[in-house]
């Protein structure tokens, strides 16, 4: 979980908007709304998505790699476990 | 909407799939799980909403460039209006 | 090949780009530029590769399914061979 | 540049591999090769940009926050100079 407080409620505000997303695009397929329609607000889902990504992964470095006192063997440990999600997710 | 029934129920289940997961994502943040495990299920909506993107655009290309008898001219209008998506979503 | 000259002239610019491209950020590695702006070299050839791959892929499917006379069969087999194209570089 | 003569060898590696793949697309297009196959070598050399750009990221990440002794001051800012990069690329 993030750290900071704000940090936490910026992200739970991005997820709420992608769930509120799903739940519009969901009444717009049963409503029988036109494909480009549709196709317009997957591509907002997924421009989201990407945001979200982006800023956990920012705050997570700050919390871990950045802020507090560490050595740069700790450091290196945190690193390994967030290398391998970097270089899958840019792909 | 697609115009097969198989194909809006396929879309469908990927929308619900992503909402589940948006609603997975608030509990683990409000139950204060580690950034790492949420790093990975923000990852997974990512790639949730990319296989979103893919299928419909895939869909729509088959309803509109591919069915049924159209002329070229009618094509090159429904391509006009698609295009602009694609090239935005390469991005 | 794109079928139209400019289509297919449009695509070696953006393809002699990149060539550039690359070979700047060679000289740059080899005289030591600082990390950042290196950094930048390689946004934006990712960027230029990201823009090449949507623009050949919009003459493709203009060049396949759009253009000429042809059934829904003969595009529904163009479509088969660029769908999974699609897919894979949308993950 | 990357701090360590083994990162730097390794992404020279990768820019010579893009160079290379470059003229091969354009000797591709001067031949006359199908769309299909040039579409196929156009997904490569956006799959290695970016790879390129992941590891680069990685390695600048290792460099300026995770090894020697800093301060979690000096970090911020290095943090503060990546940030952006990271948000414009996951876009």
């Not at 982006?54 to 290196?76: C, F, N, P, W």
Request: glycine share 6%; with cysteine.
């Amino acid at each position: 979980m993030p750290h900071s407080p704000q940090d936490k409620k910026r992200i739970l505000t991005r997820v709420r908007r992608i769930r509120g997303q799903a739940e519009a695009l969901e009444r717009a397929l049963e409503g029988g709304e036109p494909c480009l329609a549709i196709l317009q607000q997957i591509a907002a889902v997924r421009g989201a998505a990407n945001g979200l990504m982006s800023e956990m992964l920012e705050i997570h470095l700050k919390d871990e790699l950045v802020s507090g006192e560490t050595t740069a063997r700790e450091r290196e440990q945190r690193m390994a476990d967030v290398a391998h999600l970097i270089r899958s997710y840019l792909k």
